[in-house]
């Protein structure tokens, strides 16, 4: 994969571009005012971060910015740097430093090649981390949005402080914030040609603008206007390296940025794989960000990485190439210098009506419905990431929950191999087994027929590579998936799996299962992969009941084609 801007996509990627810089304006300038660093912050990371990772990363559809996680814990360094230096001017040295290293590191992670190791992250881990990303979110804006000061501090701090919201409320800032959500999902059921965030922070902008008496809402900067033109460059940070003591202080908050940003990036980057049946190559990916986020740094942005809503935005508007990536920046690189004095008027309610839609949306409800279903060892976990993520740190969430996850893993592996010991005929679980049985099949229908060997666990260290099955789709009858030498499915097993069959069904091509049986069986049956995708009919014990149910299979579309041929004719 190169770095060359393709132009063989003109049309679809300008209007992808567009598109997905319409819908980063109204979310980078609400991630910037969820900092102290305000919002003109997430419009100067959109710019730099969103341009560079364009040009110099490995997913060419990719859209970059702050993001919520990435957010949540730059909101936390710059608040500990204040308390480290005393005020927001002298910790904005140690705060871009911060920042940074944070690029650095994820530059460096690239070079030394460890963007395949995204694979090793459970589902569990990010289901938990993402809800609490969300869930710390919509308490971060719970003061914002009834018109009252925040307190400082994290979740706890606030949720212990909501003693004084009644008697400082603004009603004003309560219906605003209560009209753009309402306008965020009431929307896009009249259409969706435009993003529901960006007309509700025009339409509401604009009520409060000329229709509330000034001092009837909160701005979204206590200074006034936003800064425009051109960004000042910011150099002084280069200082923060001579001292050795604060550059220990800043590594630690460096790393975990440089981890969540590359642990986000790289998952949008399997999101757009799946949408656009391409391969982003991850190790050039996280150079690509590093270079971003080192740039947004020199112009006092905040942090980010690849965007999943806004990826997901350009590639359905048409977005092919990295072209629409640049056309993106370039668009908020447009707001910032011909409508930035527009941007101080927007009510800080309305920033705080989108936040806690996209806390809403980021909660990972899939995980959540699924908690009674999927391994308990799976749902520990995920309630422990999730706990810890909002009242302790997240980095601490991230680390205890990959410990847990592979303590628990390895526990269940045992107990599986211990229960067959003692319950299971050896013959229907030997190692011995193999794939003989497929003869028949080949000889009646030759290479018309795709056949998947899962042999071992499907567990999360395996889960990313299942999902780079065949993609080809022409030519073929059916995909069966052998299962006989699958002991235990884990809860990222069993959402590729479905994400998998789901992909091959919509292609109209039937999926047949061969020796299911036990835990990963029970597993299928809970979620509905059985048989809600799969119909108990596709789920055979042996090769032999499946090649008769596929040559019938085969003989029946062979003479429905041959019906429609007679009829054309006639």
């Keep these: 994969m190169n770095s060359r801007i393709k132009f063989s996509n003109i049309k679809g990627d300008l209007f992808g571009g567009i598109t997905a810089g319409v819908v980063a304006l109204p979310l980078s300038l609400a991630f910037g005012e969820q900092t102290q660093l305000g919002a003109i912050a997430g419009l100067y990371g959109a710019i730099a971060l969103g341009m560079l990772a364009a040009i110099f990363g490995g997913t060419k ?9 990435m957010t949540v814990v730059s909101a936390v360094v710059i608040t500990k740097a204040i308390q480290f230096a005393g005020s927001l001017e002298a910790a904005l040295p140690i705060i871009f430093a911060t920042f940074f290293l944070s690029g650095l590191l994820q530059a460096l992670f690239g070079i030394l090649k460890l963007g395949k190791y995204i694979r090793y992250i459970p589902y569990p881990v990010v289901s938990g981390f993402m809800s609490g990303i969300g869930v710390i979110i919509i308490i971060g804006q719970i003061f914002p949005f009834f018109g009252v000061t925040p307190p ?15 008697e400082n409320i603004n009603y004003i800032s309560i219906g605003l914030a209560a009209l753009t959500l309402l306008i965020i999902y009431l929307f896009p059921r009249i259409t969706k040609k435009f993003p529901a965030s960006l007309v509700a922070l025009i339409v509401i902008s604009f009520i409060a603008f000329y229709f509330i008496p000034e001092g009837g809402f909160l701005k979204i900067s206590s200074k006034g206007e936003i800064p425009s033109g051109l960004p000042n460059i910011q150099l002084g940070f280069i200082d923060v390296f001579s001292d050795f003591k604060t550059l220990v202080v800043i590594f630690e908050f460096a790393i975990t940025l440089a981890a969540l940003g590359s642990i986000d990036s790289l998952l949008t980057s399997v999101v757009a794989d799946n949408m656009t049946k391409t391969h982003h190559n991850s190790n050039k990916e996280l150079i690509g960000q590093g270079i971003g986020n080192m740039g947004a740094a020199f112009i006092g942005g905040l942090p980010g990485a690849g965007a999943t809503m806004r990826t997901v935005i350009n590639i359905n508007s048409g977005g092919k190439n990295r072209l629409s990536g640049i056309v993106a920046a370039l668009l908020l690189f447009t707001v910032l210098i011909g409508l930035s004095s527009l941007v101080g008027h927007i ?17 990972d409800y899939k995980g959540i419905k699924h908690i009674n279903s999927i391994p308990r060892s799976d749902a520990v976990v995920m309630i422990l990431v999730l706990l810890l993520t909002v009242f302790v740190d997240l980095l601490i969430a991230v680390g205890s929950g990959m410990v847990l996850a592979a303590l628990l893993f390895m526990k269940n592996i045992s107990d599986v191999i211990e229960e067959r010991t ?18 028949e099949l080949i000889q009646a229908l030759g290479n018309k027929t795709l056949i998947k060997h899962l042999d071992g666990p499907l567990f999360f260290g395996f889960a990313t590579k299942f999902q780079e099955i065949e993609r080809n789709k022409e030519d073929i009858y059916a995909v069966i ?25 919509d292609s109209g091509i039937p999926v047949l299962f061969v020796g299911l049986h036990g835990q990963p069986l029970d597993m299928f049956e809970k979620i509905n992969i059985i048989p809600d995708l799969v119909p108990n009919s596709k789920c055979f014990d042996n090769m032999h009941d499946c090649t008769i149910w596929l040559q019938k299979y085969v003989e029946s579309k062979q003479s429905s084609k041959n019906n429609i041929i007679l009829s054309k004719n006639n």
Excluded: C
């Design 347 to 363: 009510p800080n309610a309305v920033l705080a009506g989108i936040l806690i839609s996209v806390g809403i949306g980021i909660i």
């Design 152 to 166: 400082s501090g994290g979740a706890l701090s606030t949720l212990s402080s909501l003693h004084l919201i009644p």
């Design 422 to 439: 003692k319950i299971a005929p050896l013959r229907e679980f030997s190692p011995e087994i193999n794939w003989d049985d497929e003869k």
């Design 481 to 505: 998936i052998r299962m006989d030498k699958v002991p235990y499915v884990d809860q990222s097993g069993l959402y590729v799996m479905e994400d998998v069959v789901q992909d091959w069904i």
């Design 61 to 69: 559809t990719q859209i970059s910015g702050p993001t919520a996680p």
